[in-house]
């Protein structure tokens, strides 16, 4: 049975910045009731959702192209929604941006395939049984440790570094060009995915 939702598809709306794809996505998150390792550690309560990735045996966290009519917060939220099945509440704090090659260009040594990725954390609130592409992408929830150990590659990990400083209070760092993109609205507004 399909998703009565559908997943937005073509590039013909996509960002680019200086020959960069633009993307955008989230780790989604949220906290087991008890801390079966009884540490009283907030992040040993901790699980993210992973998802797998087409064509490949490892997990990626939720991310697409972000659009020309939405904000990377919006595009952050979508793509979880399409990709993970998942709604939740966008932390505003972006964990950071990167830049990275597309799966299919890796050994490519031009821009051609690169993109620039803004990362968030999101609070999932809901979790759907059917999702746009839900028979692309399973989803697996995994602890901070585990997540670790599966991403494939160096930026995925940073991403879970400012993750972990989120939620512990620690300073993440800037990123200025970022608020220039994001729509400033009421906490209730952009929080929750718009869909």
């Not at 793509?79 to 990167?98: K, P, S, Y």
């Not at 990275?100 to 993109?115: A, H, P, V, W, Y």
């Not at 670790?148 to 989120?166: H, P």
Request: net charge negative; glycine share 8%; proline share 3%.
């Amino acid at each position: 049975m399909s998703s009565p939702l559908l997943a937005r598809k073509g590039r013909h709306q996509q960002r680019y910045h200086n020959q960069l794809r633009l993307v955008a996505g989230c780790i989604p998150y949220k906290l087991n009731k008890e801390d079966d390792s009884g540490s009283g550690d907030l992040l040993d309560r901790v699980v993210v959702l992973m998802i797998t990735s087409p064509g490949r045996h490892d997990l990626v966290f939720p991310k697409g192209g972000w659009e020309i009519d939405e904000t990377a917060s919006e595009a952050a939220c979508r793509e979880a929604l399409e990709e993970a099945g998942v709604r939740g509440i966008l932390n505003d704090t972006a964990l950071g941006v990167w830049e990275f090659k597309s799966k299919s260009r890796q050994n490519n040594r031009s821009l051609e395939g690169t993109c620039k990725g803004y990362m968030f954390a999101m609070e999932v609130t809901e979790e759907l049984d059917l999702y746009p592409e839900k028979d692309i992408h399973a989803r697996k929830w995994v602890s901070v440790g585990e997540a670790y150990e599966l991403c494939r590659y160096d930026w995925m990990r940073e991403a879970l570094d400012s993750f972990r400083n989120l939620l512990t209070g620690k300073s993440l760092s800037t990123v200025p060009e970022l608020y220039d993109c994001i729509m400033k609205s009421t906490s209730a507004d952009h929080a929750i995915a718009l869909f």
